[in-house]
């Protein structure tokens, strides 16, 4: 069978897009770990099917590389978005939902998409974190692998673990990342984000995503980033956070009941078919 398919990114973060919006398919697991290997198929850090909804524009719904979903991909909804403007499915402010709720998008330029995120959750059920105890897992000491790190853990619709570095560029992260995202606190895994303060709001951030292993960007991940740095005093609340990813910048701004919103780039590579 030939399938078409688009091929998106953000800040590096890049998908596969199936226009579904005739009918979900019903096999995109599958078809996230049958055509995410670089060099062997397609590659990508996985798919993303834009789908019809309801209540919505359209329905994002996100697979990882290993084919696992996640409710929510911050770098993913821009694209989607970019790729309903495209396509005259929606226009400059538009709604599109996720299994981490609606969230509504406003155009900024071309090319460039702001995100109304959701509130930030440190509650460990929502995150979700366990054998931590009742309190919210702010700046803990916990051990990955032996070796003692301080983490805080909370949920951008998917859970997340930040943790403050140094230096930033000298992990090895395909050594250390697989352990946070099995560690045993995490009984869904864990998205896990290293941050290094670089100035006033400004921070530098690599992440190793559960399911893809390290991407050039998170958009969730820089979300989360950011209100750890401000729950953290080492950000400002209801300020710009310039997060610098590999892959490029997003602008965060965290209010101060935690709603977060985020700008940045989504940008269409190109467009194929595949045989599967």
């Not at 702010?138 to 003692?148: K, Q």
Request: a negative charge; one cysteine or more.
């Amino acid at each position: 069978m030939r399938l078409e398919f688009t091929k998106m990114h953000g800040c590096g973060n890049d998908y596969i897009y199936l226009d579904c919006l005739k009918g979900m398919i019903d096999n995109a697991p599958e078809l996230a770990r049958r055509l995410s290997p670089r060099r062997f198929s397609v590659g990508s850090d996985g798919l993303i099917c834009i789908a019809p909804s309801q209540v919505a524009d359209a329905t994002m719904r996100m697979f990882n590389a290993d084919g696992s979903e996640s409710a929510m991909c911050g770098n993913g909804i821009r694209c989607v978005a970019q790729w309903l403007y495209e396509h005259k499915v929606a226009g400059d402010e538009m709604t599109i939902e996720t299994l981490a709720g609606i969230k509504h998008l406003s155009r900024k330029g071309e090319g460039i998409w702001q995100v109304e995120m959701g509130a930030a959750e440190f509650e460990p059920a929502l995150v979700p974190v366990k054998g931590l105890g009742p309190d919210p897992v702010i700046n803990r000491a916990i051990a990955v692998d032996g070796l003692p790190w301080q983490v805080t853990a909370l949920s951008m619709g998917n859970p997340h673990c930040v943790t403050v570095v140094e230096d930033v560029q000298s992990l090895d992260l395909e050594r250390i990342g697989p352990g946070f995202e099995n560690h045993p606190a995490f009984p869904e895994h864990v998205n896990t984000e290293f941050i290094q303060v670089m100035g006033k709001n400004h921070l530098a951030m690599r992440v190793w995503e559960r399911g893809s292993g390290e991407t050039l960007a998170c958009g969730t991940g820089a979300c989360a980033s950011a209100a750890a740095a401000v729950m953290l005093r080492l950000c400002e609340p209801d300020t710009d956070i310039a997060l610098d990813l590999p892959g490029g910048r997003l602008t965060i701004r965290v209010s101060e009941d935690w709603q977060i919103r985020m700008t940045g780039p989504a940008k269409t590579v190109y467009t194929g078919v595949v045989e599967v």
